[in-house]
């Protein structure tokens, strides 16, 4: 199930990306609205996957604004360095263990959008591949635990995260 976040009537909205078009989260569940934050807390990822398979009205893709998947994040944490071949690229030598820093909210895109350069830059610098939606609180996980507290995962390229699948 491929999750994104659309804006309509000026507010963040969940949706489910069908072959049809884009289904609204809060109508096939039946409720007013819910964005993808509210959705993962409710616990009712699979509700929605049923009713994503009943087939409701769907609107048009490109009738929709996309915004970014989870434009709202609590956190951001990034590691950087993490593998050696971009350790030798960017001409330093790989840490022993890799750098972890934090970005914000307003460097997030979505899926397509124009990413504005500063005056002083004529390119855009980026590394990600893939990013985690940690979907519940959780703290000194095991390996096996930490994989169950993943919500779901962003495939970027272009610089844009495409959707959350699940």
Avoid: W
């Avoid at 109508?27 to 009943?54: D, H, M």
Wanted: hydrophobic share 45%; proline share 7%; net charge negative.
């Amino acid at each position: 199930m491929r999750i994104l976040t659309y804006r309509k009537g000026g507010a963040d909205r969940a949706g489910v990306q069908t072959d049809a078009g884009i289904l609204d989260a809060a109508g096939a569940l039946g409720a007013e609205a819910i964005s993808v934050r509210e959705l993962l807390a409710s616990g009712r990822l699979a509700e929605l996957e049923a009713a994503a398979e009943e087939g409701h009205d769907p609107l048009p893709a490109e009738e929709v604004e996309l915004r970014p998947p989870v434009p709202d994040p609590s956190k951001i944490v990034c590691i950087g360095l993490n593998y050696r071949s971009h350790a030798e690229e960017a001409g330093v030598e790989p840490p022993d263990v890799p750098t972890i820093f934090a970005t914000f909210p307003n460097a997030l895109t979505a899926s397509g959008a124009e990413v504005s350069l500063p005056a002083c830059r004529d390119k855009v610098d980026y590394e990600a591949e893939v990013a985690f939606v940690v979907g519940r609180r959780c703290r000194d996980l095991t390996a096996d635990q930490a994989v169950d507290a993943i919500a779901g995962f962003m495939l970027l390229n272009d610089l844009s995260a495409r959707d959350l699948q699940f």
